[in-house]
């Protein structure tokens, strides 16, 4: 199973490095604005996101914005403490300065731990019941299970990535919804594995 996970993520993270910048942009653009109306519903105050990594979608315009129209919101970037524990979520802002964190993604170099009330998840493969699979660090699932109350959950991701199952294991935490270029869409009744 490990296996079959493991080739479902590689296999996923490279058709999403082989899009074509053409193609990327227009499909940033599909989700920003599903996105945008997404978040206008629930109206979080606290918004959590990642910073683009491997190809992942790039929200960081659209947090840009988001901040921009209201004083009193805030935006997060998670930042790993260490192996096998659960990431915090420090403030970020565009004059944030930015350090490498241990896998080499960018993370506010300072900044006050929040609590985000809706946090953007990127996802490599994903299914219908909204299940993801990250990059095998474990992060976001102990987490998820840590935070109360527990942040809204939207999967950021490119159709590319969907699959028929992801094969989910005990300690998943499903996405509340998955936002791609074809909108956004809350995900499938499931049973939890
Ligand atoms: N943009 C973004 N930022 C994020 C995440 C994410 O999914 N996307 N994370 C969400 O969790 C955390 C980082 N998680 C990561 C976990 C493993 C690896 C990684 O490269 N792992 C190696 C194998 C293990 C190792 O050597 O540490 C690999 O895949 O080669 C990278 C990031 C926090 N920041
Ligand atoms: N809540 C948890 N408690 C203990 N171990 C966990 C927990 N969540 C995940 N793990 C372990 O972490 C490892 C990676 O899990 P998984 O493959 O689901 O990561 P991922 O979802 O791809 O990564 P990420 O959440 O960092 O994006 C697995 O070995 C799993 O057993």
Redesign the pocket.
Known sequence: M?KQ?KSL?NDAIARREALSPAHRTDADRAIAAALDELIARLAPTTLGFCWPHRGEPDMRAFVIAWLAADAARRAALPVVVAP?QPMVFREWTASSEMIPDRHGIPMPADGEVLHPDVLL??L?AFDDAGF????????????L?RMAPTPVTIGLGYELGRVSTTHP?P???PMDWLVTETGAHPAAIRQRP
Do not use: A, I, S
């Open positions: 490990d996970r993520r096998d998840v990127p490599n993801r699979l990250g990059y095998g660090g474990g992060y976001f699932d102990r987490t299970e294991q300690h998943d935490h």
